[in-house]
């Protein structure tokens, strides 16, 4: 298959006055690359990857992990994304599950003692080399992302290049995105969200990206007054942009002379969308994806930002809404719930070691069930309207599966019995409740306590927000705790 990234192979870049291996391809901070830079650094990595299976990438949100991830697929070699702030539970499940040969990481970055026998290779950004010519083909793993569902411990989602070239070349078709595109956002570099979009986007394309390390109002401000063109962000980031406008000039200056607004991960709420929208005069475009299926929406750039829309399918994806009997809901009216089913080459292969998943993810005729209900309006505009699954959260963007927590919850010794739960916030979109029986109701865990326990478990963005103790959880007949009762009574 054609390079995934034209801009790094030699005579190939995009023809510019400012000549194409001088221009700049990442900026994290105050540290930069060029297109030629990073082709000697990646290519030189890449020469080192060779022969290796699988590589883990202590993604922290760093030039380094940009670096990793290009040299691996310049080398073929599949890269799994790790959260630098993953607790001990999490860590182990997914090295375990990917077995990884080595794992890359920025020079100096403390690897906690999961990885003690696993090979480290540092990534060294001002390297120089050449990436080997390696025969790879489209349908080849490029990324193994983890992604959380209801139960048990998070899967890997195996997704293969040409999902990763389909997907941005249909990006850059709805969103007119070009080399002349200059990305800013601050969002976390082990999800597709912002490895995918925010990093490689920019890097096939051959534009550039600008990384904030971490979100904050005044950077986007920054970059957007000195020349960034575009935003990623996940609602939260659009809500706490919305709170900050009345008092923030810049702010609304910035926004205002975007090219482009996108959110996605997340439903945005309407009252933010109408707020950023008086305040600048910009709609937000939203996008809909998923882990497993990368982008299946969006608004398009020269199309109407309807809020609480996320658009047309996007060139190459089908989607379709079908009913829970899986009759397909063929009429537009605005009306119609259903489950959203998509395919085309955006789509993953499979959870990787996990079958049985994968095939229970699609359906006998090939479409993903992506879990996601809505309809569809007369022009075709895709509106979600919920999930079928009540244990998912969606809390800042990330997926969050209520049983992972509840199993955490109940390996602490002072927990009998766990139940989790989202309810509405209006800065996380959900914030995780926990519901727990103490097991010494004269000496329950404080709320502190859990929330630690499940952040050095699992990851900090997992852990309780809220916590409820109960004398017992509602139970059916059968033994089942009742969910909704509990959030009734809250
Ligand atoms: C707080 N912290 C703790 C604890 N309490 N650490 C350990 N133990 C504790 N008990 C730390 C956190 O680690 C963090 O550290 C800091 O306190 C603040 O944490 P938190 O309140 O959770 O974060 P926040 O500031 O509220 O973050 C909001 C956020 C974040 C920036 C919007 O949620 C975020 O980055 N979301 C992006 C999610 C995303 O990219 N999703 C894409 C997946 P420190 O201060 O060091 O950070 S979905 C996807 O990819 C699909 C394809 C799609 O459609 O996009
Ligand atoms: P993840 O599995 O973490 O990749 O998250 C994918 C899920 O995020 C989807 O199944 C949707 O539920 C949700 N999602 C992503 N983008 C949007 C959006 N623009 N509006 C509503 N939900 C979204």
């Given at each position: 298959?054609?390079?995934?990234?034209?801009?790094?192979?030699?005579?190939?870049?995009?023809?510019?006055?400012d000549g194409p291996g001088d221009r700049v391809a990442l900026r994290f901070g105050p540290r930069t690359l060029t297109y030629g830079d990073l082709a000697a650094?990646?290519?030189?990595?890449?020469?080192?990857?060779?022969?290796?299976?699988?590589?883990?990438?202590?993604?922290?949100?760093?030039?380094?992990?940009?670096?990793?991830?290009?040299?691996?697929?310049?080398?073929?070699?599949?890269?799994?994304?790790?959260?630098?702030?993953?607790?001990?539970?999490?860590?182990?499940?997914?090295?375990?599950?990917?077995?990884?040969?080595?794992?890359?990481?920025?020079?100096?970055?403390?690897?906690?003692?999961?990885?003690?026998?696993?090979?480290?290779?540092?990534?060294?950004?001002?390297?120089?080399?050449?990436?080997?010519?390696?025969?790879?083909?489209?349908?080849?793993?490029?990324?193994?992302?983890?992604?959380?569902?209801?139960?048990?411990?998070?899967?890997?989602?195996?997704?293969?290049?040409?999902?990763?070239?389909?997907?941005?070349?249909?990006?850059?078709?709805?969103?007119?995105?070009?080399?002349?595109?200059?990305?800013?956002?601050?969002?976390?570099?082990?999800?597709?969200?912002?490895?995918?979009?925010?990093?490689?986007?920019?890097?096939?394309?051959?534009?550039?990206?600008?990384?904030?390390?971490?979100?904050?109002?005044?950077?986007?401000?920054?970059?957007?007054?000195?020349?960034?063109?575009?935003?990623?962000?996940?609602?939260?980031?659009?809500?706490?942009?919305?709170?900050?406008?009345?008092?923030?000039?810049?702010?609304?200056?910035?926004?205002?002379?975007?090219?482009?607004?996108?959110?996605?991960?997340?439903?945005?709420?309407?009252?933010?969308?109408?707020?950023?929208?008086?305040?600048?005069?910009?709609?937000?475009?939203?996008?809909?994806?998923?882990?497993?299926?990368?982008?299946?929406?969006?608004?398009?750039?020269?199309?109407?930002?309807?809020?609480?829309?996320?658009?047309?399918?996007?060139?190459?994806?089908?989607?379709?809404?079908?009913?829970?009997?899986?009759?397909?809901?063929?009429?537009?009216?605005?009306?119609?719930?259903?489950?959203?089913?998509?395919?085309?080459?955006?789509?993953?292969?499979?959870?990787?070691?996990?079958?049985?998943?994968?095939?229970?993810?699609?359906?006998?005729?090939?479409?993903?069930?992506?879990?996601?209900?809505?309809?569809?309006?007369?022009?075709?505009?895709?509106?979600?309207?919920?999930?079928k699954a009540t244990d998912l959260i969606k809390s800042g963007g990330y997926k969050i599966g209520a049983g992972e927590i509840e199993n955490a919850l109940l390996?602490?010794?002072?927990?009998?019995?766990?139940?989790?739960?989202?309810?509405?916030?209006?800065?996380?979109?959900?914030?995780?409740v926990a519901w727990i029986v103490p097991a010494d109701p004269g000496l329950p865990p404080s709320d502190e306590e859990l929330a630690d326990h499940v952040a050095?478990?699992?990851?900090?963005?997992?852990?309780?927000?809220?916590?409820?103790?109960?004398?017992?959880?509602?139970?059916?007949?059968?033994?089942?705790?009742?969910?909704?009762?509990?959030?009734?009574?809250?």
């Open positions: 298959m054609s390079s995934l990234f034209p801009a790094l192979s030699p005579g190939q870049s995009p023809a510019r006055a650094a990646a290519g030189a990595l890449a020469a080192r990857l060779q022969g290796h299976g699988r590589v883990a990438v202590w993604a922290t949100p760093e030039l380094e992990t940009a670096v990793a991830v290009t040299g691996a697929l310049l080398a073929g070699v599949p890269a799994v994304p790790l959260n630098p702030k993953s607790g001990e539970k999490e860590l182990a499940h997914i090295l375990s599950d990917s077995a990884p040969s080595l794992v890359l990481a920025a020079p100096g970055a403390e690897l906690p003692a999961a990885f003690s026998g696993l090979e480290r290779m540092d990534v060294d950004v001002s390297g120089t080399g050449t990436a080997p010519d390696v025969p790879v083909c489209d349908g080849d793993p490029a990324l193994i992302v983890y992604t959380s569902g209801t139960t048990g411990p998070p899967k890997g989602a195996v997704i293969p290049r040409r999902a990763l070239a389909s997907t941005l070349d249909a990006l850059a078709d709805a969103w007119q995105w070009t080399d002349a595109d200059v990305l800013v956002h601050g969002l976390p570099l082990f999800h597709v969200h912002g490895l995918v979009l925010g990093v490689l986007g920019p890097l096939r394309r051959g534009g550039s990206v600008r990384h904030l390390g971490r979100f904050t109002t005044e950077g986007v401000a920054r970059e957007l007054n000195s020349g960034a063109t575009m935003l990623f962000g996940v609602p939260t980031m659009y809500h706490r942009i919305a709170e900050a406008l009345p008092d923030d000039p810049e702010l609304a200056k910035a926004l205002a002379g975007a090219r482009l607004l996108v959110s996605g991960s997340a439903a945005l709420p309407v009252h933010d969308h109408e707020r950023i929208a008086a305040a600048t005069g910009r709609r937000v475009v939203e996008r809909y994806g998923m882990t497993e299926t990368l982008m299946n929406t969006s608004v398009r750039a020269d199309g109407e930002a309807r809020a609480g829309t996320v658009g047309l399918p996007l060139p190459g994806v089908g989607l379709r809404l079908v009913e829970e009997d899986g009759t397909e809901i063929a009429g537009y009216d605005g009306e119609s719930v259903g489950e959203i089913q998509v395919r085309g080459p955006n789509l993953f292969t499979e959870y990787l070691n996990r079958p049985d998943a994968t095939a229970a993810a699609f359906t006998a005729d090939g479409w993903f069930r992506t879990g996601d209900m809505a309809v569809r309006e007369s022009d075709g505009y895709v509106r979600i309207v919920g999930r390996e602490h010794p002072g927990v009998r019995e766990a139940a989790v739960t989202g309810e509405p916030d209006a800065d996380l979109g959900e914030r995780i050095r478990r699992l990851a900090p963005h997992k852990r309780p927000r809220v916590v409820r103790r109960l004398d017992a959880l509602p139970r059916n007949d059968m033994g089942k705790i009742m969910k909704r009762a509990l959030v009734a009574d809250a």
